[in-house]
Every structure is written in C-alpha cells, then in structure tokens.
C-alpha cells in the first residue's frame, strides 16, 4: 500500500497570493511560503551539525534502522513512502517527514507530530513542527537528549 498525501497546492498557492482562506493565517505575511520552502530544504540538506554531515532524513533513517523492531522494517516504511516531495512542496515534505518518524505501527523513536501538522494553518509552521519532530527524534535515538 502507498501512502496518500493530502493535496496543499492551492492553500500554498493562496498563501503565497494571499488569497484569504479560511485555513490561511490572517496575518498576510506574503514571504511565510518562501521561507517554508527554504526551510524544508534543511530535512535534505547536508547538515554539519549530524554525524558525518548527513541530511536530517538520512541522519534519522540511520539511527532508526538500529532502532527497529522488526528487520527490514525501515526499508519497508521508506517504499511505502516513495520519494521526499520537493521542497517547493513543503506541505507534503513535511507530512511525509511525518509520516516517516510516526509510522504505523509506532516505532517509538519520537513525539506523535501528525495532529498538529493536520491542524497547522501554513506551511511554515508544517515545516517548523516536522523540523522540530525529526530533530527531536534524532536526538532520543542518538542520545543526546533522551525523551523518557
């Protein structure tokens, strides 16, 4: 079974438009999806803060394949998820972030993110909560900063 993503095109498109919606922050910062899309690019990105200088994905996705609870469950929840959306989508990247360190059935490596993302008004804050999570995550499993 694939994942299926919810479709945010129009909601980034009125955001960047500022067309007002009822899910678009009313605050009318017409830069918040540009700076969503620069930030997103940090789950890719190199990052000379992770071992090795890997991305936040590729950080994460090795610390979980030593946290499995099942060989090859890793390698299962990456096919099922396909490819990253680009950052241009930073909707979908972060609910695919989200889907990635919240899979089903749960791995227990980090903070549920998924409701907030659902209830999130922009991208920007999409990215900031799928961010936070990864982060987070990447930390508890590396342990630097476990969360119990």
Do not use: Y
């Not at 129009?10 to 620069?38: G, H, I, K, W, Y």
């Not at 998820?81 to 930073?90: K, N, Q, V």
């Not at 972060?94 to 991208?123: C, D, H, K, Y």
């Amino acid at each position: 079974a694939r994942v299926k993503f919810l479709d945010f095109t129009q909601e980034e498109q009125d955001e960047e438009t500022n067309v007002p919606t009822a899910s678009v922050n009313s605050n009318n910062d017409r830069f918040s999806l540009a700076r969503a899309m620069a930030k997103s690019r940090e789950f890719t990105s190199p990052n000379l803060n992770m071992k090795d200088n890997l991305s936040l994905i590729d950080r994460w996705v090795q610390l979980a394949r030593e946290n499995e609870r099942r060989p090859g469950q890793i390698d299962k929840l990456l096919k099922d998820l396909g490819d990253i959306p680009p950052s241009e989508e930073p909707s979908d990247r972060s609910f695919w972030v989200g889907a990635l360190i919240n899979p089903l059935p749960g791995m227990g490596v980090a903070m549920e993110i998924r409701p907030a993302l659902l209830v999130a008004q922009t991208a920007e804050e999409r990215v900031e909560i799928a961010l936070n999570g990864i982060l987070t995550s990447i930390k508890h499993m590396d342990g630097s900063d476990p969360m119990w």
